[in-house]
C-alpha cells in the first residue's frame, strides 16, 4: 500500500567549487551544492523511515517490499530519474547524490568526499558500476574514490563505457541488494 513514487531532497551540484568562491555563501547552512528533488520508484514500506531520520539500507532489510525488492536489483527503482536529468539537476552518468544529512556526516569522515560536488550527479556511474550499495564507512571510501577517479578522466568515452556496463548491472543483478 502507499504511493508508487517517493522524493526525497539529495544534493546536487556545488557551482561556488567550480567559481572558486568555496567559502564565500549566503546560506544559513552550507549543504556542500544545490538541493533538488529526486524521483524514484518506491521500494520501502511507508513508515520505513521514523520522523524522516535518514537510515542506510541493509542486506535483507525488512523495510523492502517485495516488488521493491525486484525493483532495486534490476536498478528499476532509479528510471524516474530521468525526469531530474530532463531538469538538469542530474546527469545520467556522475557520482550519485546523497541525501543532505547523510552528505553533512559523510564529508567530515570521509576526506575529499565533497569532491564529488565539483560535477552533476548521476543515475549510473563509475562507482556504481564497480562497487555494491554502501555497508560501510570504508565501502563509502572506496566509492569515493571511484568518482574522483571519474571526475578526473570524464569523456564521452567513459560515459559511453559506464552507460554500456549498467546494462548487465541491471540485468545480472551484479551489485544489487
Request: hydrophobic share 35%.
Amino acid at each position: 500500500p502507499g504511493p508508487i513514487m517517493y522524493s526525497q531532497t539529495r544534493v546536487g551540484l556545488d557551482r561556488r567549487a567550480l567559481r572558486g568562491d568555496r567559502h564565500q555563501t549566503r546560506r544559513e547552512e552550507d549543504l556542500g551544492g544545490r538541493v533538488f528533488t529526486i524521483y524514484k520508484f518506491r521500494s520501502m514500506r511507508v513508515d520505513a523511515e521514523i520522523q524522516g531520520e535518514a537510515v542506510w539500507a541493509s542486506k535483507d532489510d525488512p523495510r523492502i517490499t517485495a516488488i521493491g525488492d525486484f525493483l532495486r536489483k534490476t536498478r528499476l527503482d532509479e528510471l524516474p530519474q530521468l525526469w531530474n536529468v530532463v531538469r538538469g539537476e542530474m546527469n545520467v552518468v556522475g557520482p550519485r547524490p546523497e541525501r543532505p544529512s547523510i552528505f553533512l556526516s559523510l564529508r567530515t569522515q570521509v576526506q575529499d568526499y565533497h569532491l564529488r560536488q565539483r560535477v552533476k550527479p548521476g543515475i549510473t556511474g563509475w562507482a556504481q558500476i564497480n562497487q555494491a550499495y554502501d555497508s560501510c564507512i570504508d565501502d563509502v571510501k572506496n566509492k569515493v574514490a571511484l568518482d574522483l577517479e571519474y571526475i578526473a578522466k570524464r569523456s564521452i568515452w567513459m560515459d559511453i563505457r559506464i552507460m554500456s556496463r549498467t546494462l548487465p548491472v541491471m540485468i545480472g543483478r551484479k551489485g544489487a541488494r
